[in-house]
């Protein structure tokens, strides 16, 4: 094969360092506040297995409180569809701000080549921006019931709101995309989200919310998602 590649080489020495030191666990985002909890589960580096991190563990108590902020939050309101689509447009904004510090956790996390990690941003990025378009035209229809006789002067259409608290369970084969795969689509039309992280890929997405709450220029409703890994999701046991 000919030609320059245009690849970056991946240099171990001059890994990012995550937002805490190893010693201080990668708290929860439970109801759009930080939560470290006592269990643990560590994150190994794919290649020579040394340890990378720490990502805290969620338990039923603090799933209970993830889904009655969430539940709260709905009863509440979501914000109108502008916020949403310009608080979507910012987060994706933030993945491109830290494209390498996401590359290379997803190198270390899963193994992933660093093109396939750098790919997994940029489509990261789009189903961003792809859900900010959607929350702006997000709408229903008109029912035509003029197709029918002795409707001819009657009007019907649908809206569409909110309908509930979305529960998004993640793999770990892609675990940036597919995290805001659910998380996107779901803040887009109004819903609040409580997102269980795979056990195998927690530091991925523990990174991206980190950042993203942290460096938000807009402020964010008060539980429009939680995200953490919870301590029975199935798999997990087998890695601690």
Known sequence: MSGTSTFRQ???????????????????????????TDKTLDVNDKFDDTLFAKVCIAGPDEVARAVAGAKAALDDGPPPPHARAAILYRA???????????????????????????????????????SAETAK?????????????????????????????????TPFNSPLNTVLHKIGPSFAAGNPTVSSRSCMATATSGTCCWKSRTSLSIPLPAAPASVGSYSRTPGCGARR
């Open 137 to 169: 035209t997000f709408t229903g229809h008109t029912v035509p019931f003029g197709a029918h006789p002795g409707s001819e002067q009657r009007i019907g259409f649908t809206l569409r709101d909110p309908i509930g608290v979305v529960c998004a369970i």
């Open 92 to 130: 994706g904004a933030l993945l491109d701000q830290y494209r390498d510090r996401l590359v290379e956790t997803i190198v270390t996390e899963t193994g992933f080549t660093i093109s396939d990690a750098d790919g997994e941003v940029t489509r990261a990025r789009l189903t961003l921006d792809l």
């Open 10 to 36: 991946f240099n171990p020495s001059k890994r990012p360092q995550m937002p805490e030191p190893i010693s201080s666990p990668l708290p929860l985002l439970l109801n759009g506040v930080w939560v470290t």
